[in-house]
Nanobody, 123 residues
Framework: VQLQAFGGGLVQAGDSLRLSCAAS?????AAWFRQAPGKEREFVAA????????YYADSVKGRFTISRDTAKNAVYLQMNRLKPEDTAVYYC????????????????????WGQGTQVTVSS
């Protein structure tokens, strides 16, 4: 499975941004992770492909929305009310079998990764 993420950019605090991830084929589930300089890659959100059930990290809950388009094999991350601490490289990831809830925030559960897109939020 090949993934291509795009849509990052430089925005101001409070602005919105939408990330897109195009997948070469359907998978069991997809997720967004992010990695800030000097920090570990962290889970942002995930969506189960079969029923569109979503999961979010506490830090983005209520501000970010993950969704998927089955016709396009695409996953999106709508980011609202962005904060400077959201600044990071954002990666889309996918897995043929959607991880169990307790494990879906581990990067190792996703064998397929996109190239990352930079999101910078200025204060």
């Amino acid at each position: 499975v090949q993934l291509q993420a795009f849509g990052g950019g430089l925005v101001q605090a409070g602005d919105s941004l939408r990330l897109s991830c195009a997948a070469s084929e359907r998978t069991g589930g997809a997720a967004w992770f992010r990695q800030a300089p000097g920090k570990e890659r962290e889970f942002v959100a995930a969506v189960r492909w079969s029923n569109s059930v979503t999961y979010y990290a506490d830090s983005v809950k209520g501000r970010f929305t993950i969704s998927r388009d089955t016709a396009k094999n695409a996953v999106y991350l709508q980011m609202n009310r962005l904060k400077p601490e959201d600044t990071a490289v954002y990666y889309c990831a996918a897995s043929p079998n959607f991880p169990i809830t307790s494990a879906l925030h581990y990067p190792r559960m996703y064998p397929y990764w996109g190239q990352g897109t930079q999101v910078t939020v200025s204060s």
